[in-house]
């Protein structure tokens, strides 16, 4: 997978999110994927899962991400640093975001700083 399109996807999840755009968002996941975020100390697995995750702590408390570096890794992986606002304050973290030879998100773990 190419860095531009790591990106690009990136950019994408991020924008559908901000929208709190469930549809658009899950376009963008494998059928298998999962997120695990430490700070919810849960893991919420396949599309069904993913789902929960963008409709509670998207969607549910108006998050809203700013992207504030991305850092492109080997093997269709990047490091992303955010800024999140919403219903709760203000965070900031990250999401280690692991990426399928379709350009699917195969995996997200995620973390606050």
């Known amino acids: ?3 531009t399109d790591i990106e690009k996807n990136i950019r994408q999840l991020i924008d559908a999110t901000n929208a709190f755009d469930v549809e658009a968002a899950l376009q963008l996941f ?3 994927a999962v997120i695990d975020d430490v700070s919810v100390g849960e893991k919420f697995k396949n599309i069904k899962g993913v789902r929960k995750y963008i409709e509670t702590f998207f969607v549910g408390y108006h998050t809203v991400t700013k992207l504030e ?3 492109i890794l080997d093997n269709g992986q990047a490091k992303v640093q955010v800024d999140f606002t919403g219903d709760f304050g203000h965070e900031t973290g990250g999401l280690n975001v692991t990426f399928n030879t379709d350009g699917l998100i195969t ?3 995620a973390y606050l700083d």
């Open 107 to 109: 995996a997200i773990d």
């Open 1 to 3: 997978m190419k860095e």
């Open 69 to 71: 570096s991305l850092t």
């Open 30 to 32: 494998a059928d298998n």
